[in-house]
């Protein structure tokens, strides 16, 4: 079987390393002046998460009562330390900027993400092996001003059975001591679902989406930035690879988010601190608060390291079904929705959770032109962490760790 897309993209994109694995984009952090070199980049990431193993009774190897059966499909074999692998990610990425004329830049980015391994159909059971290969393309143009900037974009991403256009444009506009800029942004995703299980099944997804942000220099060594953002969906959210998944046609979210960057530059440190707040809340009822936290230390001759973390946590959705007693009983027969019910879903990821990431970036300036990186992370996460308290206590913890790649040459 296959994936869609809202499996392979919630992988990679979501709760899941929130946004660690994210690859470089044609959202270039050049600011607001046209960038004096062209760039290009290339970036390598390998993903894979596991999940924890249980025994018929239901008890998995640290001991919580969990739904995972042993008679689930599992993608490999299992581990010593009591997971199984499950989902895995090759993903090659190649960005590319120039500048031209003096007030102009031109930039694309391409990617290619390979998925494989075995995703669960209900809860963190009845594992099913799943292959899948996106491709995507951004292309991005913007126009620099005196005071601000100007840029649209369009991206375009094709799998097996979900296809993705999308249009945006943003601006920005500065005060004129350079201070203060306010950012305005709208864009628009138009996406094609056609699960191959499903074959009679020909489904879209429309999202609009809206973004205001401020950006302020509080002092040399201070600049913090608040963004707010909105988007409404309609169309198909359900996943058609999950067992008793109907989930509503409309889907509305808020997003704030404050960051703080602080530049040590009187005790000899010469070090950076990257502070980050997001809250996120849609009409599934999924209430989440994400904190970043990341210190970049330059050391000696080009070489910095990075250590970061980033804790998690969201309440379930309105209609997440936790795992009944028949199925705590016998993992291989899902639970049941309640009669009449018109939206459920047994999905883990819309659950009640928390988690917890570790991470270390390691990177070289080799020249005026080349710049290597690589940079790992670890991730956990537990239905008892979260903050809400409501989690399900049932479901398997879940673990993920990354490497990120990277190489860059300017010209």
Excluded: C
């Excluded at 009845?126 to 292309?139: E, F, I, P, Y």
């Excluded at 608060?289 to 000696?300: I, R, S």
């Amino acid at each position: 079987m296959k994936s869609v897309s809202t499996t392979t993209s919630t992988v990679i994109g979501t709760a899941l390393l929130t946004a660690a694995l994210a690859l470089p984009s044609v959202e270039f952090a050049y600011g607001d002046a046209v960038p004096e070199r062209g760039v290009v980049s290339f970036k390598y990431l390998n993903y894979q998460d596991s999940q924890g193993i249980v025994t018929q009774s239901g008890s998995n190897a640290n001991g919580v009562n969990t739904v995972s059966g042993a008679s689930s499909v599992a993608a490999s074999s299992s581990s010593s330390s009591g997971y199984q692998n499950r989902i895995g990610v090759d993903a090659y990425t190649m960005m590319a900027v120039v500048p031209v004329a003096g007030k102009w830049s031109v930039g694309t980015t391409y990617t290619s993400d390979s998925v494989s391994g075995a995703s669960p159909a209900y809860h963190s059971s009845g594992l099913t092996t799943m292959k899948d290969l996106r491709r995507a393309v951004d292309v991005q143009l913007t126009r620099y001003f005196s005071r601000g900037t100007l840029s649209a974009s369009t991206s375009y991403s094709t799998e097996s059975d979900y296809v993705s256009r999308g249009l945006s444009v943003k601006g920005s506009l500065s005060t004129e001591d350079k201070n203060t800029t306010v950012t305005l942004g709208g864009s628009f995703n138009n996406d094609s679902i056609n699960p191959e299980n499903q074959p009679n099944l020909d489904e879209t997804k429309q999202v609009a989406a809206g973004l205001v942000g401020l950006t302020r220099v509080l002092t040399p060594v201070d600049i913090v930035q608040l963004n707010f953002a909105y988007s409404n969906g309609k169309g198909y959210y359900s996943d058609p690879y999950k067992l008793y998944d109907s989930r509503p046609r409309e889907r509305n979210s808020v997003t704030a988010l404050a960051r703080w960057n602080h530049h040590f530059d009187d005790n000899g440190t010469d070090g950076t601190v990257h502070l980050s707040y997001r809250y996120y809340s849609d009409t599934f009822g999924i209430r989440a608060h994400t904190f970043d936290a990341e210190y970049v230390q330059p050391v000696f001759k080009g070489w910095s390291v990075s250590p970061l973390v980033r804790l998690y946590t969201q309440n379930e959705a309105d209609f997440y079904l936790a795992v009944g007693a028949a199925e705590l009983a016998d993992p291989t027969k899902p639970t049941p929705p309640p009669a009449g019910a018109v939206y459920y879903s047994e999905d883990q990821r819309l659950s009640a959770f928390g988690a917890a990431t570790l991470g270390l970036k390691v990177s070289k300036q080799i020249n005026k032109d080349w710049l290597v990186d690589a940079k790992y992370e670890q991730y956990e996460q537990r239905a008892q962490w979260s903050l809400s308290g409501g989690g399900d206590k049932r479901l398997t913890p879940l673990k993920a760790r990354s490497i990120q790649l990277g190489v860059s040459r300017e010209f």
